[in-house]
């Protein structure tokens, strides 16, 4: 296929070959119709007028010359002469790969010059042998010219020369005519289905054509395979799309920031000399003290800006970002009522489009002529530079802002996992260091006392003795310790602490990155939501046109009143006809039942998920305690535990995968109208079904296991065999300990590490060997790959939603359970320094890059973090009650114990039972202890020789009310710390609020300065008017006499009373003409003002 297109006319010229042509007429995008209408209206007033327009020569392209439009239209208009300089083609048609040798790394169109600066990938296809085919039949799509070719010149040059379009009707004005098909292949050869993506194609380019793009593609000779087409932003299209989108870029004019004196000036002084070694080495170091003021962009302001040249003023990815912005608003009417390249993706016109990478991540010359993203490959996204702080600014730039705030919040929690660790191990020192003088664990592992518990389970289990425990509660005083209580309470605060530093960060990054002040981008409807709207909307047309279709009489005539009738309805449904459709609460109630009952199901098959390990643990436990080997039984709750965890722990990376595919399937049922609103619905049940996925099992041994296993006489059964399950002698906590940790580092290296390496590893593969065929048809047409058929071999993005996913579920693990286990920000903190650089080698070497997007914080991530922090402050403090034994030894301590110490805690916790009580079969089949009469069980119960045996004691009762109390206590003092600290840091830090200030004041002046410098220049300009009139004035006086004012003049009165002569009309200068002339010079004399 062949396009070709004079830069200044907008007209496309078809090769000569013959066939005959189709007209279609398409509609102007937005961005189109607002450019060339203005501009057409503007040149036909001029035009009216008599005088010519002012040219825009620093909105023009310096690198394209355009031709008189009269000589132009002539040639375009000539059938005889259908060639187009290679200069002049604005689509030009590549050949071959060595044409493109020197195109600077495939980074520009085929003239070296022009940038690539958006690419769209399709597949075509050839079905059989295609033969060339003979008849003088063409096709031409008729396409509205973007207004830079005069109708009254391209009328006059039709009629004047009395050309047409072989076997056509004649070229209208501002028409574009394209050919379609590619070496005279005939529509009739091609595929009904192609041919119509084909079709769309050809509007949806010839739309941005009209918009101002420059596209340039490759020649249809692959009998398959992928087809580039590549697009380049020229400056006037730039400059026009930044204004509408009102892009800050920096001023001329700077500033000093206000320096610090006394002692934090050294202070800071000494930090970034500690801090230089770990700083990234990148080639353009900070300014300084120095920041350049910014503002949106203008074109009437552009003698403001620092334009040293108009290839580098935008970089590459503010010109991806404004391409995809257009590519995001065409629309394509004729062929298909589609708005955005989106929906063409959807819809299989196009397979891909993306901006292309800066070049290769490796370093092939010079060391020091780097691009961003080798700069970004050896400084950031390297396993060698985990000690580096990150080139969050370079991210930013490269990227976007919205990847750049996610790596700056990783950053942020990384850095202050840091504190969080080094507190958790200290915590974990401590119970190592007080193991041996914990007198609760050497009671427990005293042999001498002599303490015979109850079976664990009926028939088989036997009698045993507390101190084979022993090595369980020891281990348990590694994490069930006071110190427990002060890491649970500084989590808490460390929680809250984060949030604000974050706020606080967030804000600086904004200031730095002229986000402040930034609007919400108006988004378009999503393709999914267009089609199912346009589906109601044609449900709609064809129910009123069986309504309004009149009704017959028996001989199949229409009577006059239901024709009149008819008539009017019709016209009443055109005119609502204009009215938006849109979807109603009623067209997403059965998305919204389904994604109810399919949330409630997913609840139900986790639980149901953890309830089958339940039975595991109970069934192998009565398996176990059967045995006849003895070290099969002392191994029993170790062997058990570790297994059913390392099976949650499969079911949980099973199910999350699950999840995420159950999440996107509801998620689609909902029909979210933006992408934003489809983010953040898709975010939240993503979150709710992987967070009860990832805690369930938690949850259920922190407050589940062991609270309803009744006692020795009266167990509580699963299907009246098997007995619930109970506590460790040491407690539930080192149970909970071991859960935490197997999950959460298994979690980490298989799932966030291993997944993440290996998956794309094996889609790169198979993407390999599937295009296999086609590399060895390539090998034979190129020498060198491009840049896009580099990138279009990496992976899709697919958005920053698994990345958030998994730091949140991993914030989880350290805050909410972080008393049972302290170690956990100290792994958390490992799994970060690695993850950091492998989601930076991720973006950069195995990703294509993705759009610039804007985005002034995390979005709703902040709000799903502040819940998770105010939820581990209530966690925590169950945690500590009612899981740990905390409470129960400080009410032994200060209450029932004689002497005031833990001597004696381990006989008041165990309760007695009579063995005679035992229900028939529950008694064990054989003993090795001889005649025992009572067994001891860990519960607060009275004894058997009490009026109420076996019921709660008054131990109990004080013991839940001490846990209770402490809950309250505890989740009232952290929230109240909380509160404090979010109120002693501000939000804004208080240097940027005066930056601020500082720079509404300095723009403020710049504009007066500039308004001034206005009307002393046109003030100038009357003054030499009328100088000038004084002068011609006094030469006429003498002739002819003096002449008279006019009513409104402006001038001085000159005194005469000769007969008047028409005044000389004042000249009126615009300050633009003056100003856009000076703008494009060197502007290395920047301002500097000191503030």
């Known amino acids: 296929m062949a396009f070709r297109r004079s830069p200044s006319s907008g007209l496309l010229e078809s090769r000569t070959n013959c066939s005959s042509f189709t007209r279609v007429a398409t509609a102007l995008s937005e961005s189109s119709s607002i ?50 300089s290679p200069s002049e083609d604005k689509i030009p048609v590549v050949g071959s790969p060595e044409s493109l040798g020197n195109s600077k790394e495939g980074l520009f169109f085929s003239d070296g010059q022009r940038k690539v600066d ?67 292949e005939s529509r009739e050869s091609m595929d009904p289905l192609d041919h119509e993506m084909r079709q769309i194609r050809l509007e949806f380019e010839a739309t941005l054509m009209e918009a101002g793009l420059e596209i340039e593609r490759d020649k249809e000779a692959k009998p398959h395979g992928p087809s580039f087409t590549r697009l380049h932003a020229p400056w006037p299209v730039l400059c026009r799309e930044a204004e509408f989108l009102k892009i800050k870029v920096p001023t001329k004019t700077s500033y000093e920031l206000k320096v610090e004196s006394g002692f934090s000036t050294s202070m800071s002084t000494l930090w970034r000399k500690l801090n230089y070694p770990f700083q990234p080495k990148l080639p353009q170091p900070d300014q300084g003290r120095t920041k350049l003021l910014s503002h949106c962009f203008s074109r009437d302001k552009l003698h403001l800006y620092n334009i040293t040249s108009r290839d580098t003023f935008f970089d590459n990815s503010t010109r991806g970002r404004i391409v995809y912005e257009i590519l995001r608003r065409t629309v394509c009417v004729r062929t298909c009522q589609t708005i955005g390249i989106s929906s063409l993706i959807a819809k299989g016109v196009y397979e891909a489009a993306f901006p292309l990478h800066d070049g290769d991540f490796r370093i092939v010359g010079d060391h020091e002529e780097r691009n961003d993203r080798q700069v970004l490959h050896e400084e950031w996204a390297r396993y060698s530079a985990f000690y580096k702080y990150q080139p969050i600014d370079l991210v930013r730039k490269y990227f976007g802002e919205k990847i750049g705030l996610y790596f700056a919040w990783l950053g942020v929690y990384t850095q202050l996992l840091i504190p969080a ?142 024709r009149w009738r008819q008539k009017l309805l019709s016209a009443m449904s055109a005119d609502k006809s204009c009215v938006v459709e849109k979807l109603t609460w009623k067209d997403r109630l059965p998305g919204y039942c389904i994604n109810v009952s399919s949330i409630l199901f997913m609840f139900g098959l986790t639980f149901s998920a953890v309830f089958g390990v339940i039975i595991y643990r109970i069934t192998v436990s009565a398996l176990m305690a059967m045995s006849s080997d003895a070290e099969v039984k002392s191994n029993m709750r170790v062997t058990v535990t570790a297994t059913a965890v390392m099976i949650n722990l499969v079911v949980i990376l099973v199910l999350d995968e699950i999840y995420g595919a159950v999440a996107v399937w509801l998620t689609d049922l909902e029909i979210p109208k933006t992408e934003t609103n489809y983010e953040e619905r898709l975010i939240l049940k993503a979150f709710l079904l992987k967070f009860m996925n990832a805690y369930a099992p938690i949850f259920y041994v922190a407050f589940f296991k062991g609270r309803f296993s009744g006692r020795p006489g009266s167990y509580v059964y699963v299907f009246n065999d098997y007995r619930m399950e109970e506590c460790a002698p040491g407690g539930c906590l080192i149970e909970l300990c071991l859960q935490l940790s197997i999950i959460m580092l298994g979690k980490q290296l298989i799932q966030n590490n291993i997944f993440e390496i290996g998956i794309p590893k094996l889609k790169k593969l198979a993407r390999t060997l599937k295009n296999k065929g086609n590399k060895v048809e390539e090998k034979l047409e190129e020498r060198a790959p491009r840049q896009w058929t580099l990138d279009y071999a990496l992976a899709p993005f697919e958005g920053l939603t698994p990345e958030y996913m998994e730091m949140i579920i991993q914030f989880g693990f350290v805050s909410l359970f972080v008393a049972s286990f302290p170690l956990a920000p100290l792994f958390a903190l490992l799994n970060n320094v690695i993850e950091i650089r492998l989601d930076a080698k991720k973006f950069v070497t195995e990703l294509r890059r993705p759009v610039a997007a804007r985005a002034k914080d995390i979005g709703v991530w902040y709000n799903i973090l502040s819940g998770m922090g105010k939820f581990s402050v209530i966690i925590n403090a169950f945690v500590i009650s009612f899981t740990s034994d905390f409470i129960p030894r400080l009410v032994y301590q200060y209450i029932y114990s004689p002497t005031g110490t833990m001597h004696g805690f381990i006989d008041h916790t165990l309760s007695f039972f009579n063995v005679s009580n035992f229900k028939p079969g529950s008694f064990p089949d054989s003993t090795e202890h001889g005649d025992v009469s009572v067994c001891r069980y860990k519960d607060y119960r009275e004894p058997p020789w009490s009026p109420d045996a076996y019921q709660f004691s008054k131990q109990y009762w004080c013991v839940l009310a001490a846990r209770l109390a402490f809950v309250i206590l505890f989740q009232n003092l952290v929230m109240f710390l909380s509160l404090v600290v979010a109120w002693v840091i501000p939000d804004v830090p208080k240097t940027i609020v005066e930056q601020l200030k500082r720079e509404k004041k300095l723009l403020v002046d710049l504009f007066l300065q500039e308004e001034k410098e206005k009307f002393q220049l046109i003030q100038s300009l009357f003054t030499k008017d009328g100088a000038n009139l004084q002068s011609c004035s006094a030469t006429l006086q003498s002739v002819q006499g003096p002449a008279l004012l006019g009513r409104y003049s402006t001038l001085p009165p000159i005194n005469s009373q000769s007969e008047s002569y028409p005044r000389a009309r004042c000249r009126a200068a615009s300050f633009s003409q003056f100003s856009r002339k000076t703008s494009i010079k060197e502007n290395d004399n920047s301002v500097h003002t000191a503030v």
């Open 35 to 84: 450019h060339s209408d203005g501009l057409l209206h503007l040149v036909r007033d001029f035009s009216g007028l008599g005088l010519e327009p002012m040219p825009f020569s620093v909105l023009e392209p310096t690198s394209h010359t355009e031709e008189p439009w009269m000589e132009e239209a002539q040639s375009l208009l000539d059938p005889n002469n259908m060639q187009v």
């Open 421 to 562: 660790s080094i507190v958790g191990i200290i915590v974990f020192g401590y119970g190592v260091a007080t193991l041996d003088t914990n007198i609760p664990s050497l009671e427990m592992c005293d042999e001498r006392l002599n303490f015979t518990m109850c079976p664990l389970c009926d028939g088989a289990c036997d009698y045993w003795r507390l101190s084979t425990a022993c090595g369980t509660a020891r281990a348990s005083h590694l994490f069930d310790n006071p110190a427990t209580v002060f890491f649970a309470i500084f989590m808490s605060l460390w929680a809250v602490l984060f949030l604000e530093h974050w706020k606080r960060r967030q804000i600086s990054l904004s200031f730095s990155w002229d986000l402040t002040g930034m609007e919400d981008d108006e988004e378009q409807p999503r393709p999914k939501y267009e089609n199912i709207v346009l589906q109601k909307q044609q449900r709609k047309q064809r129910k009123k046109k069986k309504k309004n279709e009149p009704e017959k009489q028996e001989d199949g005539t229409v009577t006059g009143k239901d």
């Open 118 to 184: 958006y690419v769209l990938v399709f597949h075509h296809r050839r079905h059989g042998s295609i033969r060339a085919s003979t008849s003088a039949t063409h096709e031409q799509l008729s396409v509205v010219s973007n207004g830079n070719f005069p109708s009254s010149v391209g009328t006059d040059g039709a009629e004047r020369s009395g050309r047409r379009v072989p076997g056509g009707p004649p070229v209208s004005v501002g028409e574009v005519l394209m050919e379609l098909g590619a070496g005279g």
